[in-house]
């Protein structure tokens, strides 16, 4: 079952800061995330593995709360280089990711 | 180190043609994977295959077939194209242990298939 991100645009100054969230129904055992920019493939940022654990990558942290079956992802003084779209992915058995449906961040200068 | 290699980058099909998109990587991943992408949308897992011999069908498996004959190649085969088969195709892998359970997926550049 895919799992639900929200909001699904974002739109910020360089320089703010941005939660995503990433829900799910289904029990989750680790949560993926990647970077999508425009006409190139994702690229992975960060893996939760545990519930309640927070991971760093730059100015970009996230959380993974496992009762609540949700994770999210923070980027802090957002910078031009974060635009693209985010996608949240969790893993649903043999290792295979079933992937939000992303969630779109425009930073302008 | 070329990581996962996808060919070809773009490619038109006609209606009821078919072709062989090609994956390879050199990074002795035991994980492969393949995924399309329609435009404006998430990425949905068509195939997967956990090890050479290995395959076995994700969320949209039809009108496509798949082989993994050694590590490192991973075919995904198109038969009889249709327009709905008309996305960006992209191919992943990943390395998985008892120690860890999965690692992040290293993804292909993608193939941009339409089909006229």
């Known amino acids: 079952q895919q799992p639900v991100q929200s909001p699904q645009a974002v739109i910020l100054r360089e320089g703010e800061d941005a939660v995503i969230n990433c829900s799910s129904s289904?029990?989750?055992?680790?949560v993926h995330w990647y970077r999508q920019k425009h006409g190139e493939a994702p690229v992975f940022l960060m893996i939760l593995l545990k519930g309640g654990e927070q991971k760093g990558h730059e100015k970009i942290s996230a959380s993974f709360n496992e009762k609540k079956q949700q994770s999210s992802l923070y980027l802090t003084a957002s910078q031009l280089s974060y635009s693209g779209t985010y996608f949240c992915?969790?893993?649903?058995?043999?290792?295979?990711?079933?992937f939000g449906q992303g969630t779109r961040l425009t930073i302008n200068p | 180190n070329a990581g996962v290699t996808q060919t070809p980058k773009f490619r038109i099909l006609k209606i009821g043609q078919s072709m062989t998109l090609q994956c390879t990587q050199d990074m002795n991943h035991n994980y492969m994977y393949w995924y399309r992408q329609d435009p404006g949308m998430g990425l949905k897992l068509i195939y997967y295959s956990v090890g050479a011999g290995i395959t076995d069908k994700g969320e949209v498996p039809n009108g496509y077939n798949v082989s993994r004959s050694t590590t490192e190649d991973f075919p995904l085969r198109l038969e009889l194209a249709a327009p709905s088969q008309t996305s960006v195709y992209f191919c992943?892998?990943?390395?998985?242990?008892?120690?860890?359970?999965?690692?992040?997926?290293?993804f292909g550049s993608g193939t941009r298939l339409t089909v006229v």
């Open positions: 992943a892998s990943s390395y998985s242990s008892q120690r860890q359970a999965n690692y992040g997926y290293t």
């Open positions: 289904k029990a989750l055992y680790s």
């Open positions: 992915g969790t893993v649903q058995g043999a290792q295979k990711l079933v």
